[in-house]
Nanobody, 123 residues
Framework: QVQLQESGPGLVKPSQTLSLTCTVS??????????WNWIRQPPGKGLEWMGV???????NYSPSFQSRTSISRDTSKNQFSLQLSSVTPEDTAVYYC???????????????WGQGTQVTVSS
């Protein structure tokens, strides 16, 4: 069974960089054709896709986040990470990592999710 687990600080100060790591077990992040996503949900709002790193290391970002988001991976640890710079209180959200079963599909199908981690940006 594939499991994803987010980890990282739950509190970040404004202007700092939010950094989270997703640890994957039960499957390799390099297996074709899976893709590994970061998705967030601000309080009272819907899910917001941030970006993705593919099984072969290609990245793609939402235009809303592209300028300040970086997704990377460590294949030796079977982990991928999110860095969101210059955070503001509007970045307060539950952050999820999730697997997309087909990187090449036009619509994401997230078959496995982490439990989510609350990140609060202090005012």
């Amino acid at each position: 069974q594939v499991q994803l687990q987010e980890s990282g600080p739950g509190l970040v100060k404004p202007s700092q960089t939010l950094s989270l790591t997703c640890t994957v077990s039960g499957g390799s992040i390099t297996t074709s054709d899976y893709a590994w996503n970061w998705i967030r949900q601000p309080p009272g709002k819907g899910l917001e896709w941030m970006g993705v790193i593919s099984y072969d290391g290609r990245t793609n970002y939402s235009p809303s986040f592209q300028s300040r988001t970086s997704i990377s991976r460590d294949t030796s640890k079977n982990q991928f990470s999110l860095q969101l710079s210059s955070v503001t209180p509007e970045d307060t959200a539950v952050y999820y990592c999730a697997r997309d079963s087909d990187y090449h599909a036009s619509w994401g199908e997230y078959d496995y999710w982490g439990q989510g981690t609350q990140v609060t940006v202090s005012s």
